[in-house]
């Protein structure tokens, strides 16, 4: 079975601080995909990230970066000098066969101006 | 772009009401989910298709329906509406050569 913990349900920042959401999951496969979704307020989600089980390489897209161990099973999403526009629910995912995606129960990010 | 789409964006109806909430791609991708999503809350699958006149229930049990009788459409049925089917209905898509799903806007139901 797998599953996916986000331990951090709400976080708050003030504006230009980084902040970064963790992400833990489980899983037997030995192929698998994991991914970051940001749901904002208007309900949608917005695909962020893919990584595959098989590239550990960091990733930094502009103000967003992701740290994937899996030596401790992590897939963690870092905003560096977040704005009020980041603010949003953000998802972690994992994918296993057949394409069956388990969600975590997300985390809520609220950016104080 | 998702190129995913759903219709209506909001819908509120009275209790024992038929309703069918739409979702259509127009590139031809196989692989379609619908998940249901209260406010804030983890999301649950609860049908997919993996092509024309195939679907499976999801993880959560549903009263819904849905068919799949061409590959662009996958709607989603509710026979008899009850206020404890209120909820966020989001479909998404699987394209050809990612294992990414792409979400379409979502459908929020109320049922009064």
């Known amino acids: 079975a797998q599953k996916v913990t986000q331990a951090q349900t709400e976080i708050s920042v003030v504006e230009k601080e980084d902040v970064t959401l963790d992400c833990v999951y489980e899983?037997?496969?030995?192929?698998?995909?994991l991914f970051w979704y940001k749901q904002p307020p208007s309900g949608e989600l917005v695909f962020l990230i893919r990584?595959?089980?098989?590239?550990?390489q960091n990733e930094i897209s502009g103000r967003y970066s992701w740290n994937f161990q899996k030596s401790t099973s992590s897939f963690n999403f870092t905003i560096t000098a977040s704005q009020v526009v980041d603010s949003a629910v953000y998802f972690c995912?994992?994918?296993?066969?057949?394409?069956?995606?388990?969600f975590g129960i997300g985390t809520k990010l609220q950016v104080i101006p | 772009e998702a190129d995913i789409y759903q219709t209506p964006r909001y819908l509120v109806i009275g209790t024992g009401k038929k309703i069918t909430l739409e979702c259509s791609q127009t590139?031809?991708?196989?692989?379609m989910y619908w998940y249901q999503q209260d406010p804030g809350m983890e999301l649950h699958l609860i049908h997919y298709?993996?092509?024309?006149?195939?679907?499976e229930k999801g993880d959560l049990s549903s009263e819904s329906t849905v068919s799949r009788i061409r590959t662009e459409h996958f709607p989603l049925t509710l026979e008899s509406a009850r206020p404890s089917h209120t909820s966020q209905y989001l479909c998404?898509?699987?394209?050809?050569?990612?294992?990414?799903?792409?979400f379409g806007p979502g459908t929020r139901l109320t049922v009064l």
């Open positions: 995912a994992l994918g296993g066969g057949y394409q069956k995606v388990t």
């Open positions: 899983t037997r496969d030995t192929t698998y995909y």
């Open positions: 990584r595959n089980s098989f590239d550990e």
């Open positions: 590139m031809g991708h196989d692989k």
């Open positions: 298709s993996y092509g024309v006149n195939s679907t």
């Open positions: 998404a898509r699987i394209g050809r050569r990612t294992d990414t799903q792409y």
